[in-house]
C-alpha cells in the first residue's frame, strides 16, 4: 500500500484512508456513510469492552431475548455498508486502564465516558500506520452526552488521544474547527453535517434517506456501565474486593440474577430464571451452589468465603424465597452443593421482605 506522502506526489494515486470508530449505533453508522460516500476508504474498528449488554444477552439467552436480533451491531452495520469491521477485546486492559481510576471520572453511573474515548481513540491512532490511514473518525455529535461530547471535552479528547487535528467527526464537523482532512481537501468540509444536540430527528431523516433500518434502538448503544443498577453492583464488587484478585468472570457474574451481600467477603447470586439458573450452574462450576428440593426454584451460588453456618442458613432462606408458585410455604428444603463434593440440605423458612431489603445489591 501506498503511502500518503507518495500518493501527493502523485496526484492521480490518491485514495484517502480513514479509521472509523463503529459501535453500530445510527450516528457512527452516519459517519462511516457519509464519508464512504465521499469515497474515503474505510477501515472500521470496534472495540470490545467486556460492557456491551448484547453480548452478555447472546450467551444467556433470557426467555425475553427469543426471537430478538442479538447479533453484533457493529458487524451488522459494517456488513450493510459493505465496509470491513475489525472486532478488537480491550477488556482486559479496559478493566484495569479505564474503569479502576478515570482520569475525568465516572458520568451518571460507572461509566468514565472520556476516559473510555480517549482510550479507544489511542487504540485507533496506533493503527493508523499498521493500515495506511490517513485519520480517524467517530460518530459524536456535539453536546449530544453531557460528559463526553460537549465542545471542551471533544478537544480534550482529540489532544490526550494524541489526535490533534487528525480527529473528524463528521456529524458535526461544520461546528468545529476545520481538521486536517478537511484543510488537505481529503474529505469536502460542505458535504458535512452540523447537528449538535440530543435530538436525534436529523439522523433518523439520513437514515431514512440512506435506507438505514437496521440499527439499535433508543440510542445510547449497550454498554452496561450507564445502568445505574449494574453501577450499584460494580460499586459493591470494586468496595469489597482487592483489585489485585479481580477478574474478569467476577464481571460477567455481576450481570446476572439478584445479588445479596451476605458479609463484607460473601454474596449471594440467585438466577432470575432458567437461562440465568443454567449460566450459573455451568459458568461457575467452582462455586457453592444452592437449590430447592422437591419444587421448582432458581439456582444460586455463594460468591466468596463462608465464616458461619448462620452464612449458609440466609443464603438458603434467600435462594428459597423464589421458589416457584409457593408463596405460603412455611419451609423449604435448600441442597447446597459444594465443588468439594459435599452436599447438605437446609429446611429453612423464605427470607421476609425486610432481610431481602436490607442485604440487596442493585
Ligand atoms: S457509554 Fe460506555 S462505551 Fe460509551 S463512552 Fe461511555 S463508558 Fe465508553
Redesign the pocket.
Known amino acids: 500500500m501506498r503511502t500518503l506522502r507518495t500518493q501527493l506526489r502523485h496526484p492521480t494515486l490518491i485514495m484517502v484512508r480513514a479509521i472509523g470508530l463503529l459501535?453500530g449505533g445510527l450516528d457512527s453508522t452516519l459517519a462511516c456513510r457519509l464519508l464512504k460516500d465521499q469515497g474515503v476508504d474505510i477501515i472500521a474498528v470496534h472495540?470490545s469492552?467486556g460492557?456491551?449488554l448484547n453480548d452478555h444477552r447472546r450467551v444467556i439467552r433470557r426467555r425475553k431475548d427469543q426471537g430478538k436480533d442479538l447479533s453484533n451491531d457493529a458487524l451488522r452495520a459494517g456488513a450493510n455498508l459493505d465496509i470491513p469491521v475489525e472486532v478488537i477485546d480491550i477488556s482486559q486492559e479496559y478493566f484495569q486502564k479505564?474503569?479502576l481510576q478515570p482520569k475525568y471520572g465516572y458520568?451518571s453511573a460507572?461509566?468514565?465516558?472520556?476516559?473510555?474515548?480517549i482510550f479507544?481513540l489511542r487504540k485507533a491512532r496506533d493503527l493508523m500506520a499498521e493500515y495506511d490511514a490517513q485519520f480517524v473518525f467517530t460518530g459524536e455529535v456535539l453536546d449530544q452526552?453531557p460528559?463526553?461530547q460537549h465542545f471542551r471535552a471533544l478537544q480534550t479528547v482529540e489532544r490526550e488521544a494524541g489526535l490533534e487535528g487528525l480527529l473528524l467527526r463528521p456529524l458535526s464537523a461544520k461546528l468545529l474547527p476545520p481538521t486536517i482532512p478537511e484543510k488537505m481537501g481529503w474529505v469536502d468540509r460542505e458535504k458535512l453535517l452540523g447537528i449538535r444536540g440530543r435530538s436525534r430527528k436529523v439522523q433518523m431523516a439520513l437514515a431514512e434517506k440512506y435506507g438505514i433500518v437496521d440499527y439499535p434502538q433508543p440510542a445510547?448503544?449497550c454498554?452496561?456501565?450507564?445502568d445505574p443498577n449494574f453501577a450499584k453492583r460494580l460499586q459493591d464488587y470494586l468496595l469489597h474486593r482487592p483489585t489485585e484478585v479481580m477478574d474478569l468472570r467476577d464481571i460477567l457474574l455481576l450481570k446476572v440474577g439478584r445479588h445479596f451481600r451476605i458479609h463484607d467477603g460473601l454474596k449471594l447470586v440467585v438466577g432470575r430464571e432458567e437461562a440465568e439458573n443454567n449460566f450459573l450452574r455451568l459458568r461457575f462450576p467452582d462455586r457453592i451452589q444452592l437449590q430447592p428440593v422437591r419444587v421448582k426454584g432458581p439456582l444460586a451460588i455463594l460468591d466468596g468465603e463462608t465464616r458461619a453456618d448462620e452464612d449458609f442458613v440466609v443464603a438458603a432462606r434467600l435462594t428459597a424465597r423464589y421458589v416457584d408458585k409457593t408463596p405460603n410455604l412455611s419451609a423449604v428444603a435448600i441442597s447446597v452443593h459444594s465443588p468439594a463434593g459435599w452436599v447438605r440440605t437446609l429446611e429453612v423458612p423464605p427470607a421476609e421482605e425486610a432481610l431481602v431489603r436490607s442485604l440487596q445489591v442493585g
Open positions: 459501535s472495540f469492552t460492557f456491551c479505564v474503569l458520568g460507572m461509566n468514565p465516558c472520556l476516559d473510555c474515548r479507544m452526552r460528559m463526553s445510547g448503544g454498554c452496561v456501565l450507564v
